[in-house]
């Protein structure tokens, strides 16, 4: 049994070729920004949010910078002024509670749960401590939405959905980020679709939608838009909002509208690769195999398993057995951040009371991406190597 894994964890597969060639025109006349346009032309950034509404099913959407900028601007444009208390997961990456702070406002932490969604107990003690949540649907994992809403609802909290991790993704078929009052979408890299940097904003909400096109630089040129709302909502707004530039570009927007085309047969094709991970899992002595509810449409672009109330230092050893057969790891229970990981009492900036039930789960959380590079045939080597690293492991200690 010294199988070991050949392949990168962290590379995807290439631009579809529609994707570049619409790139390379974009390169040839030059018109990268998405106003920069002759009479007549529809701008690339304008057919990718007029795309993107209606995959999701949204009224508006607005073509961003970065799923981060998405966030801050969707807090912003719902009202979050400095010195806001903003509710959102303990359980997240750092860019959740930094699009928080990148307001001016406060992050009030709420735990997570075993299956690793929001810990709704926890969410109702904590309601009256704020009007905003910034739900983080963290590693594709969705929460009872229903409990969720009902919720906020009664506290009067409106939700912006963080849908880094669940473009694509659903409930009660439902598609992620259409419950809240806005969701945040990032085509960074190591998301569902790939421009480098990107994101988007979706809402129903004409003048929470008109705040966000102002704000991301449009000027007064949102006429521009194909899905943004009918000028008369900009009629005060545009006198109002500042610009705080953060707008998609006609490259990346060329890039990812053939990529969006692709998404369901995308999200297919993660979750045949998740759910081949998941059975080479399941029944491994010492591990938690995390159950995904009915009523959930995963994108299982990333899989994560508890080895909970395991030492930290077996856990460790785990993932330096994995890693020497090639498979990566990452753990959520490390004290120091590391790479893209941190945890909540890593953010000083942010105050945080210690969270015993959560910090248990943190503990035991170990992550794996999965890029659609992998074969299925690999997925089943990396499941054999973790069941018999962690089975020798769990074997020691024992
Ligand atoms: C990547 C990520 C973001 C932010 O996306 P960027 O486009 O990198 O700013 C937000 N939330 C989560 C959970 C993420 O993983």
Redo the contacts with the bound molecule.
Sequence with gaps: MTDVFKGSFTQQEPIPEAGIDAAVEVMRHGRLHRYNTVPGELSQTALLEQEFAALVGARYCVAVA????A?ATALRAAGVVPGDRVLSNAF??A??PGAIAAVGAVPVFVGVTEDLTIDLDDLLEKSGQASYLLL?H?RGHICDMDRLMQICDAAGISVIE?C??TMGAAWKDVPSGRVGAAGCY???T??HINSG???FLVTDDAELAARAVIMSGSYMLYERHLAAPPKEAFENIRYETPNISGRMDNLRAAILRPQLADLPTQCRRWNERYYRLETGLRGTPGLTVIERPADETIVGSSIQFLLLDWSGEAVKEVIARCAARGVELKWFGAPEPQAFTSRYDSWRYAPSQPMPASDRVLAGVVDMRVPLTFSLEDCDLIARIIRSEVGAVWQDAA
């Design positions: 970065s799923g981060g900028y966030m997240t990456l860019p959740v983080s963290m963080d880094a991790h990032s085509c960074q190591y998301k940097e990107g994101g």
